[in-house]
């Protein structure tokens, strides 16, 4: 195992900085115990994952910062540098004064100097959580929506940067017209866009705009959250990926996640389960032949996350093609 671990490939960020081309989702609906993420997460770091998601909202930032010490003193990692860690700013924080402070209490959690990569969660801005943890279920009012300042917000990000406390930073689920607005005003161009990306939504305006620009494109649910409360079948359950697994003696997984990695992006990958963490890794030495690949052009395609709840009156987004820059 450890010659597939020296071998997972990684990109060169605009910024610089390595990333490793798949990663470790952390989201949970609904959330396991503590100390039974933390178990997880050091299974992870076993069998060769090295590129951790969380996020703010996830509820996960402590029990990741726990396992990646116990990863440290189990001698999975020899030291900080050989972990990517990816994490979020949620909505509630998405407030040019409330940046820098939230990013803080992210590394109070994760136990860290600093994280790799830091994203803003969404181009939504939510008034300010009074008291008590927001996390995936939090219910959100259409009151509760406002005006998102996309220059100021970005300017934090970058102070967040300078200051050395993330390594990159860049956005989530950002359409074309939002980045093409970023990037007017931006000083340090976004590292990354991480999007809903599967071979169910496969986001082939946006991630050419993003090639063009230099921005990589990270996919979050890349097989389509198969299971989950708020996921579906659609990747999963997919009879031309089926047909293609079944011929080349793969799991519908693998054949997705070689697909995403074909593209040039990197997946976010979430499997509580060791053995298929195991699969999920194995993607790396073998390819999808031309005519394999051009059958995914046949798969329908949809959006999982519709994102209606950030639509409202009050706020910037009247319609969801507003939210999604006219790719709903």
């Known amino acids: 195992m450890e010659e597939k671990k020296i071998l997972l490939p990684e990109v060169t960020l605009k910024s610089g900085h390595k990333m490793p081309l798949i990663g470790f989702g952390t989201a949970a609906i609904p959330l396991p115990p503590h100390d039974e993420l933390t178990s997880i997460f050091i299974d992870g770091f076993e069998v060769g994952y090295r590129h951790f998601d969380t996020a703010a909202t996830y509820g996960t930032e402590e029990p990741l910062g726990q396992a990646i010490s116990k990863a440290l003193e189990l001698g999975f990692i020899k030291n900080r540098d050989e972990v990517f860690i990816t994490s979020k700013l949620w909505c509630t924080d998405a407030h040019p004064d409330l940046v820098l402070p939230a990013l803080r209490t992210t590394l109070q959690k994760l136990r ?149 990695y074909e593209q040039g992006a990197t997946a976010i990958v979430k499997s509580f389960n060791k053995e298929r963490m195991k699969q999920n890794l194995e993607i790396f030495d073998w390819e999808l032949s031309q005519e394999e690949s051009q059958k995914f052009s046949h798969i329908p395609q949809r959006r999982m996350f519709n994102g209606e709840k950030y639509v409202s009156e009050y706020g910037p987004y009247k319609s969801l093609e507003e939210l999604w820059d006219g790719d709903p």
């Not at 009012?141 to 200051?163: H, Q, S, Y």
């Not at 946006?206 to 990270?218: A, N, T």
Request: charged letters at 20%; a positive charge; proline letters at 5%.
């Open 112 to 260: 860290l100097e600093y994280v790799d990569l830091y994203l803003i969660h969404f181009p939504v801005r939510l008034k300010p959580q009074v008291g008590g943890s927001v996390n995936l279920n939090t219910l959100v009012t259409k009151e509760d929506v406002i005006p998102f300042d996309i220059k100021g917000t970005w300017e934090a990000m970058e102070e967040c940067n300078r200051l050395g406390l993330a390594k990159s930073i860049g956005v989530s689920n950002y359409g074309i017209k939002k980045l093409t607005q970023l990037l007017e005003n931006a000083t340090i161009p976004p590292a990354v866009n991480q999007v809903e990306m599967s071979p169910s939504w496969q986001q082939g305006k946006l991630r050419e705009f993003c090639m063009r620009k230099g921005i990589h494109v990270s996919a979050w649910s890349p097989l389509g959250a198969y299971k989950a409360v708020w996921g579906s079948n659609a990747v999963m359950e997919n009879p031309i990926l089926k047909e293609i697994a079944h011929s080349r003696q793969k799991s519908v997984a693998q054949i997705a996640l070689r697909w995403i």
